[in-house]
Structures are given as C-alpha cells and as structure tokens.
C-alpha cells in the first residue's frame, strides 16, 4: 500500500484517457483542471467529473489503492477470494469487503480492460 490516492488518480489517468482528460458526459477533452483536486471543468457541458466516473471506482468512498489490491487479489485467486480473506488484507470491514468482490466481478464483465489494465499497471508498481 505505497501508493497513495493521489497516485492511483494519475495511474487511472493515465490507463482511461492516456493522460489527457475526457468528458465522460458529452466526450469533449476541452477541460480546466482544477487546482485543489484532481478533478476537471468540461469546458464544453460544464460539468465537473474525476477519472473515476463512470468506473467501478465511481462514488464509493473507499481509497483507490484498496481498490487496486482488491482487484489484483480478486482476479488472481483462481478460487475466488473470500470476503473474509479480503476484508483482512486490505483492511477493511466485511460488508465492504463483499460490495467490493461484487463489484469488481461485475466489472470483470462491464469494463474487463480497465481491470487488466489496473492490474499490470500496479504491479508493476508496488
Ligand atoms: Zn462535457
């Protein structure tokens, strides 16, 4: 767990949009970043959006690099991981631990090249 949110923002970044920012609400890649956050303004529908909307990572509260773990250890345990298992590796509580294995193999399904690429990418890293 070295990287830290921040981190694994630049990493999604850079896997979705090869670094530069795309509106995932109307398409447009003319955006305002803004400076406290990793957020941008799009500045064509001017909405505000992060990397990880419209991802698996999209509104849940937990930090990016659980996430990051989660995945690796999801996708390669050929059994499946317990929710048990995980919610002990990653530190976090069953009930998370369950959302997150739920997520991730629906994701496995939706958006199974951003996975792959999460993972290789992490590895790589940590
Ligand atoms: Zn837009």
Do not use: D
Not at 47 to 62: A, E, M, R
Not at 66 to 89: D, T, Y
């Amino acid at each position: 767990m070295s990287r830290n949110h921040e981190e694994c923002l630049a990493l999604l970044e850079q896997i979705r949009w090869g670094g530069k920012p795309k509106c995932p609400y109307c398409g447009s890649t003319k955006a305002t970043a803004y400076k406290s956050e990793r957020r941008f303004h799009c500045n064509e529908c001017f909405t505000s959006y992060s990397v990880t909307v419209g991802t698996l990572f999209h509104k849940t509260y937990i930090e990016l690099q659980k996430w990051f773990i989660a995945i690796r250890l999801v996708l390669n345990s050929a059994g499946g991981i317990s929710v048990r298992q995980l919610a002990k590796e990653i530190g976090v509580n069953k009930n998370t631990a369950f959302y997150m294995i739920e997520r991730i193999r629906r994701a496995m399904a939706e958006e199974p090249e951003l996975l792959q690429k999460v993972m290789q990418m992490s590895e790589h890293h940590s």
